[in-house]
Nanobody, 124 residues
Framework: QVQLVESGGGLVQAGGSLRLSCAAS????????MGWFCQAPGKEREFVAA????????YYADSVKGRFTISRDHAKNTVYLQMNSLKPEDTALYYC?????????????????WGQGTQVTVSS
């Protein structure tokens, strides 16, 4: 069982930065692939980024490549999403997710555990 708690969301102006954190409980954090998804009002949940268990492989949605960076700290059982050059269209509720396996997935159905989400609002 893995429990995930996100933090770091907030209100920021366009062009600004935020760093989201996802703290995971459970001794098996090391073996899980971690991902970030977002959901804007009236839209489906969308893939943002993922990182494999070692941190050696990362995956990004085209819309965030070059602006967002996903990373993980095994000592702290935490995964991060550094968000730079934020745009109003990045406004959404951001979820952290975990899945058993060796590689990232772009599909929310492939993830086994979810956090409650943290709100990111980017003003123009």
């Amino acid at each position: 069982q893995v429990q995930l708690v996100e933090s770091g969301g907030g209100l920021v102006q366009a062009g600004g930065s935020l760093r989201l954190s996802c703290a995971a409980s459970g001794r098996t954090f090391l073996t899980y692939v971690m991902g970030w998804f977002c959901q804007a009002p009236g839209k489906e949940r969308e893939f943002v980024a993922a990182i494999n268990w070692s941190g050696g492989s990362t995956y990004y949605a085209d819309s965030v490549k070059g602006r967002f960076t996903i990373s993980r700290d095994h000592a702290k059982n935490t995964v991060y999403l550094q968000m730079n050059s934020l745009k109003p269209e990045d406004t959404a509720l951001y979820y952290c997710a975990a899945r058993r396996g060796y590689s990232g997935s772009y599909y929310s159905d492939d993830y086994d555990y979810w956090g409650q989400g943290t709100q990111v609002t980017v003003s123009s």
